[in-house]
């Protein structure tokens, strides 16, 4: 038997199907078009050129974060989709779903730490401070008498960025970076505080 959960809010996919390890989506352009399809699913005669489908024994994985609008699906080497459901409620029992029909599969719950939740700003926050040191140091160079020049004269590469950025000064450099590093150091913080909690259904085939 095949479940099927239908939506017409902006940000959902219309239509979603699960049953005989089998997941369903599809995006009809009209709400007609979508009970018509949701009725041919379940009945198990429906236009196969309007859905999508995939069978989770060809899938790799498929995970659930917390605070994500969708269910991730990953199979062969870089093939991935998404079931984008805003509901968190009906996006877990979609999830739960897939996770009890789907025969040798592993669920795991992983709960990030602290600097995996935040690592992309992390990251960030390096890259920020090491170019805030390279410009750093054109500039005090500039303000010493040092003049630079861009062979091809436009400043369309990162050498020519960072020239170009440290020409303004050094209280502009100083303040423009201290914005961007403030920025990432929030987005860290904010991440860091709450980390996720990801649920996985990995096959074993």
Known sequence: MIEVWTHSE???DKLI?????II????????QETEILAKGLKAGSYDSTKIWDIST???REIRLQDGKPYIEIFWGKEGEEQ??????YLRYKIFDRIRAGTPNAVYTVE????FRAGKKPLIAMVVILALFAWTM?????????TVYYIENGRYDSLTGIVLGIA???LIKVVTIFSCLLGIALFAFIRKAKKPPTMHRIVIRN
Do not use: M
Request: aromatic share 12%; net charge positive.
């Open 167 to 169: 020409s303004l000064g």
């Open 57 to 59: 024994k060809n899938c």
């Open 137 to 145: 140091f054109y500039a005090v160079e500039a303000q010493s008498g």
């Open 10 to 12: 902006p940000g959902n």
């Open 17 to 21: 199907g699960f049953g005989n390890n």
């Open 83 to 88: 079931l984008r459901v805003a509901d968190e």
């Open 24 to 31: 369903y989506k599809a995006n009809p352009r009209t709400e």
């Open 111 to 114: 709960k990030w730490n602290a």
